[in-house]
């Protein structure tokens, strides 16, 4: 479905609108209170820019440097073309280990290629741990967020929906506290009873192997720690060459994301250890169409993101709309851009158009990703292979005839007085349907401007 | 941030010191050393004897007006109130007759190539104007000149395009931006016995930072009751074709610009940008809710001799 029209229908569900406001604007104030007091935040944001950028030039040696560092501490690396690949990859794994179940620290990286699925079409149940990742996999739903996937659920729904499908809660009520311990209760089971844990990655550093997850719940602590298997699934976007690039990172991130100076778990391993967490590691290097995003240079920036989606939260489409619009495990602005890249332009996407280019995403970026540049050069390379729709194709080429000469465009002026001019009916906004639904047109004046600076001189 | 901000300072008082010269040569004032000195910044006498000048109507540039193709065609009130004002402050204005649309509309859509011819068009027509500033009713159209036609110039392969857009963008100002950061003038004279709430547009905001330009010229003008608007920043929903590919949720936007519009209880509402505010006015004459909405040049240019 393209987002003009999965947007009409989430813009009908006033109940979505009114929880994605409110849940917008409390991360967006809380964002901008945090940032405020940091007074290097634009030297910091520059920083990660750079590192970013930097990496991405040589993603190839990065890579490699990190496979050598995870084999040097004990750890197993496997390399994914696709989806697919790094899906089997992780089944194997699980059933090598002499498993049927893994609990899961919230991933991107696993959402995009579908891991729950295809572990439940291997016999392998996932389990989700996050507390919103596990509101969304017991309504059979999907995520509408990066950082908060159940955003678009208040509380209530969230104790209808526990009462309906958590052992014991059927006197339960909608005090968050209470909401939590249910779910505490119900994940503490899982945690203690499984033997492979299976996380993404925020960062993963290539000198020393180490891999980076930051949560707020604890839940990904659990599952990197207690199983006996810990299963790693990270796009290669993601490594970063030094550990000191960390330095910069950690500060950009939780104060972006959740607007919070520091995460309350940051959880950092380097292969495995005697006696001391996991006794296997495996990290799977994903693709899945990052490489084919790297050759265009300027879109090659959408790889640079550190998944907070401060973007979204600023977002007045994303915020009307909400996520689950963009048709994708990344919605928002920086979905519109990374999606059509990861899936390949020639997919048919509306999503680059799907922002008023208002520019509030990119004044945000804690890496400053050029969001709005980049939705207006995937909107040109899409138009440039013949993506657009050829009726606005005729009427872009015939308004561009009439501005190409003065003549013409005066006559267009005329044409537009009297209402039935090619400029009128083409008009500078295309179809006018769209237009007049919700808006007057403006009435064309007795004078033009030009007509009028001639009567005067 | 402070050295941004000290940078910004010199800059416009760069600017300032060219207009001074440039104004003065053309009154055949020698303005001799003062104005060197001045300029080199080291003398302060000198530079406070400069500065007088500034008080003086003599600083006129020669200002070329780029109406965009909307308020040309649409909105020809708000070229005329641009006019009328940058003229009442002392500057001469040229209007370059084979300009047309600045392509805005097709670049932003994605149609590259229709644009590039656009862009030719447009630093021809300015170019020839020979203007010391080229000066915009519109945020979005000025920054496209700034944020876009470097890029385009470049993506057309021709070495000459790139030479003539970087020599007549960096003249490119938003009306706002021209006033209080160029010509370092708020108090502009006008009066508008009114209750005013101004929209800040998004591309003057985030793509030109006009930052509170456009407030201070409001703020001195005479009569007016300003009211803030809330959310002032949050986009209307317009964006150029998006208000038509993606009609509902620019529509959902608009609903909530409109509903602060209205709860600020003003008669009037303002910005720097005709296509914005033919959105917002479109969907207020809508619903009949009996705001108007007016071009901040309008405002600008009303005297008590002549209200807009």
Known sequence: MSFPDAARIALGDSQLRANLRKATHTIRDKRARVVAEVDDWEALREAGRAIKERTMRHLDVHLEALERSVYDRGGVVHWARDGDEANAIVARLVREAGSSEVVKVKSMATDEIGLNDALAASGITAHETDLAELIVQLSHDRPSHILVPAIHRNRSEIRDLFRRTLPGTESLSDDPAALTDAARRYLRERFLAARVGVSGANFAVAETGTVCVVESEGNGRMCTTLPETLITVMGIEKVLPRLDDLAVMLQLLPRSSTGERMNPYTSLWSGVRPGDGPRAFHLVLLDNGRTKVLADQVGRQALHCIRCSACLNVCPVYERTGGHAYGSTYPGPIGAILTPQLRGLESGTSLPWASSLCGACGDVCPVKIEIPRLLIHLRGRITAEGGAPRSERLAMGAVARVFASRRRYEAAQKAARIGTGPLRAASWFGPLAGWTRSRELPEPPAQTFREWWRSRS | ?308
């Open chain 2, 1 to 308: 941030m402070a050295v941004e901000a000290r940078f910004a300072e010199h800059t416009r008082v760069g600017v300032r010191d060219h207009v001074l010269v440039e104004g003065g040569r053309r009154l055949g004032l020698g303005l001799g050393g003062a104005d060197q000195a001045a300029r080199s910044g080291h003398d302060e006498e000198a530079q406070r004897r400069a500065g007088r000048w500034n008080d003086l109507p003599h600083a006129a540039m020669r200002v070329a007006l780029f109406i965009t193709c909307l308020a040309d065609t649409l909105f020809p009130d708000a070229g005329r109130a641009t006019v009328e004002l940058l003229e009442r402050l002392g500057h001469e204005v040229v209007f370059p007759e084979e300009q047309t649309c600045c392509g805005q509309m097709h670049a932003n859509t994605g149609y590259r190539q229709e644009a590039i011819p656009l862009v030719r068009r447009f630093v021809r027509a300015f170019g020839e104007a020979e203007a010391e500033a080229i000066v915009a009713p519109s945020g979005s159209c000025a920054a496209m000149i700034h944020d876009q036609y470097g890029v385009l110039a470049r993506e057309s392969g021709d070495p000459g395009l790139v030479r003539a857009v970087s020599e007549v963008a960096p003249r490119v100002y938003e009306l706002s931006q021209f006033l209080v950061g160029e010509l370092g003038v708020e108090d502009v004279g006008a009066y508008f016995p009114h209750r005013v709430t101004y929209h800040p547009t998004c591309h003057s905001l985030r793509l030109l930072r006009v930052g509170d330009a456009p407030l201070r010229l409001l703020r001195a003008v005479r009569g007016i009751d300003l009211v803030e608007l809330p959310e002032a920043d949050t986009c209307c929903g317009f964006g150029g074709t998006f208000a038509v590919k993606n009609a509902d949720t620019s529509t959902a936007m608009l609903a909530d610009k409109m509903r602060a519009v209205l709860d600020t209880g003003a008669e009037i509402c303002t910005a720097g940008d005709s296509s914005c505010l033919m959105h917002i006015g479109g969907g207020l004459a809508r619903q009949r809710a009996g705001v108007r909405t007016l071009h901040l040049a309008q405002i600008l240019a009303s005297t008590e001799d002549a209200l807009a």
